[in-house]
């Protein structure tokens, strides 16, 4: 009954902005965890930013930390990225994934239940 959609892909120019949003539905577990991964074409899809619902504690992949976003409104069920100062090479699908419990490790296999993803593309 889990749903992941994600939304708000895009094209943009190198040093735009754009915000992707998550929902996610019939989550049952109380504490849970939320996360944004990214696969370019021909690399391993990769762990961007995570965020602990319960507690609304965030981590970021080293590339991304002062660029990126991640946060969540809970009247929506919604957790979302805002990606500032967009570079080429963070051309990318974009996946939202979530978790029963805490954040452990921020790689695919941590995650059950997954969005079908959505494009980001910055041109320079």
């Known amino acids: 009954q889990v749903q992941v959609v994600e939304s708000g892909g895009g094209s943009v120019q190198a040093g735009g902005s754009l915000r992707l949003s998550c929902a996610v539905s019939?989550?049952?577990?109380?504490?849970?965890?939320v996360g944004w991964f990214r696969q370019a074409p021909g690399k391993e899809r990769e762990g961007v930013a995570s965020?602990?619902?319960?507690?609304?504690?965030?981590a970021y992949v080293d590339s991304v930390k002062g660029r990126f976003t991640i946060s969540q409104d809970n009247a929506k069920n919604t957790v979302y990225l805002e990606m500032n100062s967009l570079k080429p090479e963070d051309t990318a699908m974009y996946y939202c994934?979530?978790?029963?419990?805490?954040?452990?490790?921020?790689?695919?296999?941590?995650?059950?239940?997954w969005g079908q993803g959505t494009q980001v593309t910055v041109s320079s």
């Open positions: 994934a979530a978790r029963g419990g805490g954040c452990w490790r921020l790689t695919p296999p941590a995650f059950d239940y």
């Open positions: 019939g989550f049952t577990y109380r504490r849970n965890c």
């Open positions: 965020i602990y619902t319960a507690g609304g504690t965030t």
